[in-house]
């Protein structure tokens, strides 16, 4: 089975300029998160999807950040304009609850941005 | 909120010995599920390990069991007959169970290393 899958693995950007990462979950996982994951840090949650629908955005910083699942499959997150701080790795996760009562996220290999 | 403490940034084991990392979490909920993370080098977080804090037998996967100490609020993770693979970063995650709140809370982590 294909895991989480994510692109680009590496970004360089100037600031100020637009940047998009791509996420395809593993086939059939109903929910999907992206996460930033600051130097030295451990991951934090920027929003989570249930399906097509943003059931958990309140940490996305909406100024500048945008994300869409369209047909709950793939999801797309962008930043405009990118700000030198914005430089860290995002990660996509995904899960299902198909048995049992924990539905364990399984991540992708993130995407690490840098803003110039 | 709760909160996940990791107070060990980093650690070493020899080759084929045992280390533990220690994890503790502050909550008012009574079941809830713990997990240990690990993070290569190459970025991709793969899970080592979960508890149900329901449960009170601890959970093992091979090399990897935990010490779950509900009352203390304790999650630490042994790694036994330790080999190089293992060495990467390490992260002690917690997930409130039940409701709508699907949302990992990690610590900052810990960075093993494995001596040959």
């Known amino acids: 089975e294909a895991g989480v899958v994510q692109s680009p693995r590496y970004k360089i950007i100037e600031k100020k300029q637009p940047v998009a990462f791509w996420c395809n979950p593993i086939s059939g996982h109903n929910t999907l998160y992206w996460y930033l994951q600051n130097l030295g840090q451990g991951p934090e949650l920027l929003i989570r999807?249930?399906?097509?629908?943003?059931?958990?955005d309140s940490q996305l910083p909406k100024d500048r950040f945008s994300a869409e699942r369209l047909k709950g499959v793939d999801s797309t997150l962008k930043i405009q304009p990118a700000e030198l701080g914005d430089s860290a790795v995002y990660l996509c996760?995904?899960?299902?609850?198909?048995?049992?009562?924990?539905?364990?996220?399984?991540f992708g290999p993130g995407t690490r941005l840098t803003v110039l | 909120a709760q909160t996940v403490t990791q107070s060990q940034p980093e650690m070493s084991v020899q080759e084929a010995e045992t280390v533990t990392l220690s994890c503790t979490y502050d909550t008012s909920e009574s079941d809830y599920y713990l997990f240990w993370y690990k993070q290569p080098p190459s970025r991709q977080m793969i899970l080592v390990i979960r508890q149900e804090a329901y449960k009170q037998q601890n959970a093992t996967e091979n090399r990897f069991s935990v010490n779950f100490q509900k009352a203390a609020k304790s999650f630490s993770l042994k790694i036994s007959d330790s080999q190089l693979g293992d060495a990467a970063m390490y992260f002690c995650a917690y997930r409130a169970s039940g409701g709508s709140n699907y949302k990992l809370t990690f610590g900052k982590g810990t960075l093993l290393t494995v001596n040959p």
């Open positions: 996760a995904s899960s299902s609850r198909t048995s049992g009562r924990i539905d364990t996220q399984y």
């Open positions: 999807y249930e399906n097509e629908e943003a059931v958990d």
